[in-house]
């Protein structure tokens, strides 16, 4: 110490403003290092894992889709929107193009809706009297993530949003529970949140991330790691022409009775049956 009593000498001010001093759970880049993954894991499954007993979540429905489906208000005035564009440019290809996938989108946004109405009808009927059954879990994420978090909002329900971060800029959708919307850097642990509490896996529509889900889901079910729970595909005829999956018992690497791990939907009242039967409950 220097004779002034309150500052410290160079040699102690260089020992105190090295990292090593920083005590190890404040010291950030201590925390990133490879060696410290093993600790950054634990902590992604804690934080969500305590969070979600803090609000009383005891059990929850995977519902699972593109982020790419918008609401029917939206893909309407995109319609027009695209119509307009391709009427004062009659030769412009990209402007035809545009105008189909604005139409495929409209025509697709059912899908939203339906995920909507499903988010409120699971949502009021099994949360109920402060029990939270059931609870709608998503990825956080826009189109049929926000659906199913949106309908579950506006019957003044809980639902959780697991993010995830990624190189593009991702924001989560607006209707998620404050305090569970998590956001993670691992996608298994994610993937083990998804299903820790998870008594149905509903899929819609939706590119590499809901068949990574739908299929990781189905491995562990046929594989007997998780009891078996709902699996119900959501629009029969997108499925059977994505995925044949006849073919794949015709040729043996799945059992003809792999088959019966699903179900199909076209409605959110037809998926929420399909899992009141497997419980036994009123639909």
Same mark, same amino acid.
């Given at each position: ?40 894991? &634990? ?16 059990? *929850? #429905? ?28 009659? =030769? ?10 604005? +139409?495929?989108?409209?025509?697709? /946004?059912? %899908?939203? !809706? ?12 099994? &949360? ?9 879990? *998503?990825?956080?994420?826009?189109? #049929?993530? !926000? ?12 639902? @959780?949003?697991?993010? #995830? ?5 991702? %924001? ?13 850097? %691992? ?31 189905? *491995?562990?079910? &046929?594989? +007997?790691?998780?009891?078996? @729970? ?9 499925? !059977? ?17 792999? #088959? ?12 929420? =049956?399909?899992? /009141? ?7």
């Amino acid at each position: 110490m220097t004779s002034e009593g309150n500052k410290l000498d160079p040699s102690m001010r260089k020992i105190m403003d090295d990292p090593s001093f920083i005590k190890a759970y404040l010291d950030g880049d201590f925390l990133k290092r490879d060696e410290l993954r093993p600790a950054r894991l &634990q902590l992604e499954l804690l934080k969500a894992e305590l969070s979600q007993q803090e609000h009383d979540i005891i059990s *929850t #429905i995977c519902v699972f889709g593109s982020a790419r489906t918008p609401d029917e208000d939206t893909a309407r005035r995109d319609v027009e929107e695209a119509r307009r564009h391709v009427e004062s440019n009659p =030769d412009d290809a990209a402007a035809a193009a545009q105008l189909c996938r604005a +139409e495929r989108d409209l025509k697709n /946004s059912r %899908y939203y !809706e339906e995920a909507r109405k499903l988010g409120s009808i699971v949502s009021s009927t099994c &949360q109920m009297q402060g029990r939270c059954e059931f609870v709608i879990v *998503t990825g956080g994420g826009p189109g #049929i993530m !926000e659906a199913a978090n949106r309908g579950a909002h506006e019957v003044g329900s809980k639902s @959780v949003g697991l993010n #995830i971060s990624l190189p593009y800029e991702q %924001y989560p959708n607006p209707y998620v529970t404050p305090g569970l919307c998590f956001n993670f850097h %691992y996608f298994a642990i994610r993937k083990m949140h998804f299903l820790m509490r998870a008594k149905a896996l509903i899929a819609f529509p939706g590119g590499f991330g809901t068949m990574d889900e739908l299929f990781e889901t189905l *491995t562990l079910v &046929q594989t +007997e790691k998780i009891k078996r @729970v709902p699996i119900v595909l959501f629009g029969r005829d997108f499925w !059977e022409e994505v995925i044949n999956f006849k073919a794949l018992a015709r040729e043996g690497t799945i059992s003809p009775e792999d #088959i019966d791990l699903f179900e199909y939907a076209e409605t959110a009242q037809e998926a929420w =049956d399909i899992i /009141s039967r497997f419980y036994a409950l009123e639909a």
